[in-house]
């Protein structure tokens, strides 16, 4: 609890793990609302872009959250090299 209020420790990227799994929903759910809404309901062309939003929805935030976690991770590297230096 200490390191929450002193930021001994960093709180968000566990948050980037959820926000992460309502990106992930949210790709899926549009993913299939346009595979299955349109002028003439279901078409073929409307469930190939579903299924490419989805997909690509999916890749993006995956690529995303990683870039965000290896921004933490290279911080929290050089904040090792720091303490190293400062003993």
Same mark, same amino acid.
């Given at each position: ?19 992460? &799994? ?41 690529? &995303? ?23």
């Amino acid at each position: 609890m200490r390191n929450l209020f002193f930021f001994d420790a960093m709180l968000t990227p566990k948050i980037i793990t959820v926000v992460y &799994w309502i990106l992930l929903l949210s790709a899926v759910i549009s993913g299939l609302g346009s595979m299955f809404t349109g002028y003439n309901g279901f078409t073929f062309g409307g469930f190939l872009t579903g299924l490419l939003i989805a997909a690509a929805g999916a890749v993006f935030a995956r690529i &995303w959250c990683e870039l965000m976690i290896v921004l933490f991770k290279i911080n929290g590297n050089l904040q090792k090299i720091a303490d190293k230096q400062s003993d």
